[in-house]
Protein backbone atom coordinates (compact mmCIF):
# COMPACT_ATOMS: atom_id res chain seq x y z
CA UNK A 1 0.00 0.00 0.00
CA UNK A 2 1.21 3.39 -0.71
CA UNK A 3 1.34 6.38 0.96
CA UNK A 4 -1.43 8.93 1.07
CA UNK A 5 -0.78 11.51 -0.89
CA UNK A 6 -0.55 14.57 1.56
CA UNK A 7 -1.74 18.76 -0.58
CA UNK A 8 1.38 20.47 -1.55
CA UNK A 9 -0.12 23.46 0.89
CA UNK A 10 -0.59 20.98 3.52
CA UNK A 11 3.15 19.93 2.96
CA UNK A 12 4.67 23.24 2.73
CA UNK A 13 2.81 24.31 5.90
CA UNK A 14 4.90 20.84 7.83
CA UNK A 15 7.95 21.91 6.89
CA UNK A 16 7.65 25.24 7.80
CA UNK A 17 7.36 24.76 11.29
CA UNK A 18 10.30 22.41 11.09
CA UNK A 19 14.37 23.23 12.24
CA UNK A 20 16.94 23.86 9.52
CA UNK A 21 18.88 20.80 10.53
CA UNK A 22 16.30 18.77 9.45
CA UNK A 23 15.34 20.55 6.34
CA UNK A 24 18.68 20.07 5.13
CA UNK A 25 18.35 16.09 5.36
CA UNK A 26 14.75 16.22 3.54
CA UNK A 27 16.09 18.45 0.64
CA UNK A 28 17.52 14.96 -0.52
CA UNK A 29 14.38 12.83 -0.45
CA UNK A 30 13.37 14.62 -4.13
CA UNK A 31 14.32 17.38 -6.59
CA UNK A 32 10.65 18.70 -6.10
CA UNK A 33 11.37 19.30 -2.32
CA UNK A 34 15.22 20.54 -3.22
CA UNK A 35 13.16 23.03 -4.46
CA UNK A 36 10.82 23.96 -2.08
CA UNK A 37 13.28 24.37 0.52
CA UNK A 38 14.64 26.62 -1.58
CA UNK A 39 11.57 28.71 -3.00
CA UNK A 40 11.99 32.36 -1.66
CA UNK A 41 8.21 32.26 -0.53
CA UNK A 42 8.95 28.82 1.44
CA UNK A 43 12.27 30.66 2.95
CA UNK A 44 10.06 33.59 4.25
CA UNK A 45 7.10 31.27 5.78
CA UNK A 46 10.14 29.71 7.65
CA UNK A 47 11.80 32.75 8.69
CA UNK A 48 8.64 33.83 10.20
CA UNK A 49 7.35 30.48 11.88
CA UNK A 50 10.88 30.01 13.07
CA UNK A 51 10.33 33.80 15.13
CA UNK A 52 6.79 32.86 16.21
CA UNK A 53 8.01 29.69 17.55
CA UNK A 54 10.88 30.95 19.46
CA UNK A 55 8.60 34.26 20.43
CA UNK A 56 11.10 36.52 18.85
CA UNK A 57 14.18 34.52 19.02
CA UNK A 58 17.05 33.53 20.82
CA UNK A 59 20.24 34.76 22.25
CA UNK A 60 23.49 34.45 21.27
CA UNK A 61 26.37 35.05 23.14
CA UNK A 62 30.01 35.40 21.21
CA UNK A 63 33.50 35.27 23.08
CA UNK A 64 36.54 33.81 23.02
CA UNK A 65 39.20 32.33 25.29
CA UNK A 66 41.91 35.02 26.06
CA UNK A 67 44.19 31.93 27.21
CA UNK A 68 44.01 30.26 23.65
CA UNK A 69 43.39 33.46 21.15
CA UNK A 70 44.60 31.38 17.65
CA UNK A 71 41.29 29.13 18.54
CA UNK A 72 38.16 30.28 16.36
CA UNK A 73 35.84 32.75 18.55
CA UNK A 74 32.98 30.16 19.88
CA UNK A 75 29.10 31.44 19.28
CA UNK A 76 26.89 30.05 22.00
CA UNK A 77 22.93 30.09 21.40
CA UNK A 78 20.59 29.99 24.41
CA UNK A 79 16.82 28.94 23.70
CA UNK A 80 13.91 30.88 25.10
CA UNK A 81 14.71 28.65 28.68
CA UNK A 82 18.03 30.03 28.56
CA UNK A 83 19.11 26.32 27.68
CA UNK A 84 22.35 25.86 25.88
CA UNK A 85 20.93 24.72 22.36
CA UNK A 86 24.04 25.15 20.25
CA UNK A 87 27.66 26.12 20.68
CA UNK A 88 29.71 26.57 17.45
CA UNK A 89 33.08 27.74 16.26
CA UNK A 90 33.42 30.69 13.56
CA UNK A 91 34.26 28.88 10.31
CA UNK A 92 37.26 31.63 9.56
CA UNK A 93 40.47 31.72 11.02
CA UNK A 94 40.65 34.63 13.05
CA UNK A 95 44.27 35.22 15.26
CA UNK A 96 42.49 37.69 17.19
CA UNK A 97 39.22 37.39 17.71
CA UNK A 98 36.35 38.32 15.49
CA UNK A 99 33.74 41.42 15.72
CA UNK A 100 30.04 40.85 16.30
CA UNK A 101 28.74 43.89 13.77
CA UNK A 102 25.03 42.74 13.41
CA UNK A 103 22.39 39.89 13.17
CA UNK A 104 19.65 39.59 10.75
CA UNK A 105 16.82 36.98 10.03
CA UNK A 106 19.39 34.56 10.64
CA UNK A 107 22.18 36.18 9.12
CA UNK A 108 25.61 37.02 11.25
CA UNK A 109 28.16 40.01 10.23
CA UNK A 110 31.33 39.63 11.72
CA UNK A 111 34.76 41.60 10.81
CA UNK A 112 38.51 39.93 11.96
CA UNK A 113 39.41 42.30 14.10
CA UNK A 114 42.93 44.26 12.73
CA UNK A 115 41.74 42.44 9.54
CA UNK A 116 39.62 44.83 6.81
CA UNK A 117 37.42 42.58 4.98
CA UNK A 118 33.84 41.27 6.76
CA UNK A 119 32.32 37.91 6.73
CA UNK A 120 28.29 36.74 6.23
CA UNK A 121 27.31 33.83 8.26
CA UNK A 122 24.23 31.62 8.65
CA UNK A 123 25.15 29.16 11.51
CA UNK A 124 21.94 27.54 10.60
CA UNK A 125 22.67 26.40 7.06
CA UNK A 126 26.83 26.35 8.04
CA UNK A 127 27.06 29.26 4.67
CA UNK A 128 29.69 31.95 4.66
CA UNK A 129 31.13 34.25 2.11
CA UNK A 130 33.45 36.96 2.38
CA UNK A 131 32.99 40.74 1.70
CA UNK A 132 35.61 42.65 0.43
CA UNK A 133 37.47 45.25 2.04
CA UNK A 134 35.58 48.44 1.33
CA UNK A 135 38.72 50.60 1.89
CA UNK A 136 39.13 53.37 -1.06
CA UNK A 137 42.54 53.58 -2.64
CA UNK A 138 42.91 57.43 -3.59
CA UNK A 139 46.62 57.51 -3.80
CA UNK A 140 46.95 60.41 -0.94
CA UNK A 141 49.49 60.37 0.65
CA UNK A 142 48.43 62.70 3.21
CA UNK A 143 45.14 61.06 4.25
CA UNK A 144 45.33 58.59 6.83
CA UNK A 145 42.37 56.21 8.00
CA UNK A 146 41.19 57.09 11.24
CA UNK A 147 38.08 55.30 12.21
CA UNK A 148 35.23 53.04 11.19
CA UNK A 149 31.83 51.99 12.40
CA UNK A 150 29.73 49.20 10.52
CA UNK A 151 25.92 48.39 10.34
CA UNK A 152 24.21 45.35 8.80
CA UNK A 153 20.64 45.34 7.66
CA UNK A 154 17.83 43.76 5.22
CA UNK A 155 15.96 46.11 3.09
CA UNK A 156 12.53 45.12 2.44
CA UNK A 157 11.90 47.45 -0.59
CA UNK A 158 14.93 45.60 -2.55
CA UNK A 159 14.74 42.60 -1.11
CA UNK A 160 18.85 42.86 -0.16
CA UNK A 161 21.07 42.62 2.65
CA UNK A 162 23.36 45.54 2.41
CA UNK A 163 26.60 47.02 5.25
CA UNK A 164 26.83 50.47 6.00
CA UNK A 165 30.16 51.94 6.31
CA UNK A 166 31.23 54.83 7.95
CA UNK A 167 34.83 55.72 8.34
CA UNK A 168 36.86 58.68 8.65
CA UNK A 169 39.57 60.40 8.06
CA UNK A 170 42.05 62.49 8.65
CA UNK A 171 44.16 64.54 6.32
CA UNK A 172 47.39 65.52 8.41
CA UNK A 173 47.75 68.76 6.28
CA UNK A 174 45.40 70.53 8.86
CA UNK A 175 44.31 67.78 10.82
CA UNK A 176 40.83 67.59 9.12
CA UNK A 177 38.37 64.81 9.76
CA UNK A 178 36.18 63.76 6.78
CA UNK A 179 33.62 60.88 6.37
CA UNK A 180 33.46 58.54 3.85
CA UNK A 181 29.96 56.44 4.21
CA UNK A 182 29.30 53.27 1.58
CA UNK A 183 26.97 50.57 1.12
CA UNK A 184 27.45 47.22 -0.03
CA UNK A 185 25.25 45.62 -1.43
CA UNK A 186 24.55 41.55 -1.31
CA UNK A 187 23.06 40.91 -4.01
CA UNK A 188 25.16 43.52 -6.69
CA UNK A 189 28.15 42.51 -4.86
CA UNK A 190 29.92 45.79 -4.83
CA UNK A 191 30.73 48.57 -2.25
CA UNK A 192 29.44 51.59 -3.73
CA UNK A 193 29.39 55.45 -2.10
CA UNK A 194 26.90 57.12 -0.84
CA UNK A 195 26.20 61.13 -1.24
CA UNK A 196 24.25 61.90 1.59
CA UNK A 197 26.68 63.91 4.33
CA UNK A 198 26.38 63.28 8.08
CA UNK A 199 24.59 65.76 10.15
CA UNK A 200 27.19 68.89 10.55
CA UNK A 201 27.69 71.06 13.70
CA UNK A 202 29.53 74.44 13.57
CA UNK A 203 32.68 73.95 16.04
CA UNK A 204 32.91 77.71 17.01
CA UNK A 205 36.76 77.26 17.85
CA UNK A 206 38.12 76.07 14.75
CA UNK A 207 35.32 78.58 12.74
CA UNK A 208 34.19 75.62 10.47
CA UNK A 209 31.74 73.26 10.03
CA UNK A 210 32.66 69.54 11.28
CA UNK A 211 30.50 66.11 10.98
CA UNK A 212 29.29 64.29 14.39
CA UNK A 213 31.04 62.06 15.55
CA UNK A 214 29.91 58.29 15.86
CA UNK A 215 30.68 56.91 19.06
CA UNK A 216 32.28 53.34 19.42
CA UNK A 217 29.85 50.52 21.72
CA UNK A 218 29.66 47.51 22.72
CA UNK A 219 26.40 46.40 20.90
CA UNK A 220 25.95 46.49 16.56
CA UNK A 221 23.62 49.88 15.82
CA UNK A 222 19.83 49.69 16.39
CA UNK A 223 18.16 48.14 13.46
CA UNK A 224 14.62 49.86 14.02
CA UNK A 225 11.82 49.64 10.57
CA UNK A 226 14.92 50.02 8.11
CA UNK A 227 16.81 52.31 9.90
CA UNK A 228 20.08 52.06 11.98
CA UNK A 229 21.38 53.91 14.72
CA UNK A 230 24.85 55.45 16.74
CA UNK A 231 25.37 57.20 19.17
CA UNK A 232 27.65 60.41 18.30
CA UNK A 233 28.52 63.65 19.45
CA UNK A 234 28.75 66.90 18.57
CA UNK A 235 29.22 70.55 19.90
CA UNK A 236 27.06 73.17 20.73
CA UNK A 237 29.33 76.25 21.47
CA UNK A 238 32.13 75.08 23.58
CA UNK A 239 30.10 71.92 25.20
CA UNK A 240 29.85 68.80 24.03
CA UNK A 241 26.34 67.19 23.00
CA UNK A 242 25.23 63.47 22.73
CA UNK A 243 22.63 62.72 19.61
CA UNK A 244 21.50 59.66 17.50
CA UNK A 245 22.35 59.75 14.56
CA UNK A 246 20.09 57.26 12.04
CA UNK A 247 20.91 55.98 8.51
CA UNK A 248 17.80 55.34 6.31
CA UNK A 249 18.00 52.20 4.12
CA UNK A 250 15.82 52.79 1.41
CA UNK A 251 15.99 56.75 0.94
CA UNK A 252 20.02 56.50 1.67
CA UNK A 253 20.16 59.54 4.12
CA UNK A 254 21.34 60.36 7.61
CA UNK A 255 19.01 61.99 10.16
CA UNK A 256 19.67 63.69 13.94
CA UNK A 257 17.36 62.24 16.68
CA UNK A 258 17.73 64.39 20.10
CA UNK A 259 18.66 61.72 23.25
CA UNK A 260 16.50 62.48 26.30
CA UNK A 261 17.65 65.45 27.99
CA UNK A 262 18.80 63.56 30.92
CA UNK A 263 21.15 61.36 27.82
CA UNK A 264 22.73 64.45 26.29
CA UNK A 265 25.55 64.81 28.46
CA UNK A 266 26.61 61.73 29.94
CA UNK A 267 29.76 59.13 28.87
CA UNK A 268 28.86 57.93 25.23
CA UNK A 269 29.93 54.33 26.75
CA UNK A 270 26.69 54.40 28.92
CA UNK A 271 23.98 54.82 26.33
CA UNK A 272 22.76 52.42 23.50
CA UNK A 273 20.23 52.46 21.34
CA UNK A 274 18.06 49.52 20.55
CA UNK A 275 14.70 48.09 18.83
CA UNK A 276 12.03 47.87 21.07
CA UNK A 277 8.84 46.10 19.81
CA UNK A 278 9.11 48.04 16.70
CA UNK A 279 10.15 51.03 18.09
CA UNK A 280 13.50 52.82 18.63
CA UNK A 281 15.15 52.69 22.52
CA UNK A 282 17.49 53.24 24.38
CA UNK A 283 19.23 51.32 27.34
CA UNK A 284 21.33 54.14 29.74
CA UNK A 285 23.80 52.91 32.48
CA UNK A 286 23.41 55.52 34.97
CA UNK A 287 26.44 56.50 36.70
CA UNK A 288 24.37 55.55 40.00
CA UNK A 289 24.59 51.61 38.99
CA UNK A 290 21.06 51.49 37.52
CA UNK A 291 20.00 50.81 34.11
CA UNK A 292 16.87 53.01 32.50
CA UNK A 293 14.94 51.86 29.63
CA UNK A 294 13.91 54.71 27.24
CA UNK A 295 11.21 54.20 24.54
CA UNK A 296 10.67 56.96 21.08
CA UNK A 297 7.27 57.35 20.68
CA UNK A 298 6.85 60.85 19.42
CA UNK A 299 8.50 61.71 22.01
CA UNK A 300 11.33 59.68 24.49
CA UNK A 301 9.11 58.16 27.57
CA UNK A 302 11.51 56.10 30.34
CA UNK A 303 9.88 52.58 30.46
CA UNK A 304 11.17 51.22 33.33
CA UNK A 305 14.49 51.25 35.90
CA UNK A 306 16.63 48.21 36.92
CA UNK A 307 17.60 48.50 40.50
CA UNK A 308 21.21 49.37 40.94
CA UNK A 309 23.79 46.51 39.58
CA UNK A 310 26.39 45.70 42.45
CA UNK A 311 27.68 42.45 43.46
CA UNK A 312 24.68 42.42 46.00
CA UNK A 313 21.97 42.37 43.83
CA UNK A 314 23.46 40.11 41.46
CA UNK A 315 23.90 38.02 44.44
CA UNK A 316 27.90 37.34 43.84
CA UNK A 317 30.65 37.22 46.69
CA UNK A 318 33.16 38.53 44.73
CA UNK A 319 33.74 42.18 44.21
CA UNK A 320 33.56 42.76 40.48
CA UNK A 321 36.30 45.05 38.85
CA UNK A 322 33.28 46.35 36.16
CA UNK A 323 29.74 45.22 35.56
CA UNK A 324 27.79 46.89 32.53
CA UNK A 325 25.25 46.11 30.31
CA UNK A 326 26.08 44.25 27.02
CA UNK A 327 22.88 43.35 25.14
CA UNK A 328 18.79 43.30 25.16
CA UNK A 329 16.93 40.55 24.91
CA UNK A 330 13.56 40.64 22.91
CA UNK A 331 11.43 39.92 26.30
CA UNK A 332 12.71 43.67 27.55
CA UNK A 333 15.67 42.37 29.40
CA UNK A 334 19.10 43.80 29.65
CA UNK A 335 22.01 40.96 29.81
CA UNK A 336 24.66 42.51 32.03
CA UNK A 337 28.62 41.55 32.11
CA UNK A 338 30.34 41.71 35.37
CA UNK A 339 34.00 41.60 34.68
CA UNK A 340 36.76 39.93 37.10
CA UNK A 341 40.40 39.55 37.12
CA UNK A 342 41.04 35.96 36.54
CA UNK A 343 39.33 37.33 33.03
CA UNK A 344 35.74 35.45 33.81
CA UNK A 345 32.68 37.14 33.05
CA UNK A 346 29.46 35.69 33.60
CA UNK A 347 26.29 37.09 31.93
CA UNK A 348 22.89 37.75 33.80
CA UNK A 349 19.46 38.83 32.91
CA UNK A 350 18.16 41.41 34.29
CA UNK A 351 14.16 42.66 33.86
CA UNK A 352 12.62 45.51 35.90
CA UNK A 353 10.64 43.16 38.10
CA UNK A 354 12.99 40.32 37.98
CA UNK A 355 15.80 38.76 39.91
CA UNK A 356 18.94 38.40 37.94
CA UNK A 357 19.48 34.97 36.24
CA UNK A 358 22.93 33.48 35.69
CA UNK A 359 23.15 32.42 31.91
CA UNK A 360 24.74 29.41 30.87
CA UNK A 361 27.83 28.25 30.04
CA UNK A 362 28.87 27.37 33.70
CA UNK A 363 31.84 29.33 35.39
CA UNK A 364 34.94 28.89 33.01
CA UNK A 365 38.04 30.77 34.25
CA UNK A 366 39.24 32.65 30.92
CA UNK A 367 36.21 32.75 29.22
CA UNK A 368 35.53 36.05 27.91
CA UNK A 369 32.17 37.06 26.32
CA UNK A 370 32.12 39.97 24.16
CA UNK A 371 28.55 41.16 22.70
CA UNK A 372 25.28 39.84 22.79
CA UNK A 373 22.28 39.56 20.62
CA UNK A 374 18.87 38.39 19.16
CA UNK A 375 18.93 35.36 17.10
CA UNK A 376 16.04 33.72 15.08
CA UNK A 377 17.53 30.21 12.95
CA UNK A 378 17.09 30.64 9.04
CA UNK A 379 17.69 29.03 5.83
CA UNK A 380 17.96 32.81 4.50
CA UNK A 381 21.09 32.42 1.55
CA UNK A 382 23.92 34.21 1.56
CA UNK A 383 22.72 36.21 -1.82
CA UNK A 384 19.52 37.65 -3.08
CA UNK A 385 17.90 37.18 -6.39
Known amino acids: MGM????????????????????????????????????????????????????????????????????????????????????????????????????????LCLKRNL???????????????????????????????????????????????ELVRVAYHCYSADQSMVALSQVYSTSMEIWREIDSPLPCYFHQSDGCYKP????????????????????????VGESEVNVIVGFNMVEEVFCEQAMPELCRTKFLYRIQPVELKGSLGLIDYTPSGTIDVWVMNGSWTKQYRIAPLSSDFLGVKEIASDIRPVGYWKSGMVVVRCSYRNYFQPLYLCGSNNLPELLPPEKRPGHYFSEVCNYIESLVPLTTK
Not at 216 to 235: E, I
Open 4 to 107: PHIPIDTLTDILSWLPVKSLKRFSCVCKSWCSMLENPTFIAQHLKNSALKTNGGCLLLTGFDRRRLLDHDMFTFLDGKLGVSACLSVPIQAKYGVKFLGSCNGL
Open 115 to 161: ESDYLLWNPATKQHKQIPSAEPNNGEPDHSFYDAFVGFAFVAETNDY
Open 212 to 235: CRLSRQYWPPADVKGSLYWTAYKF
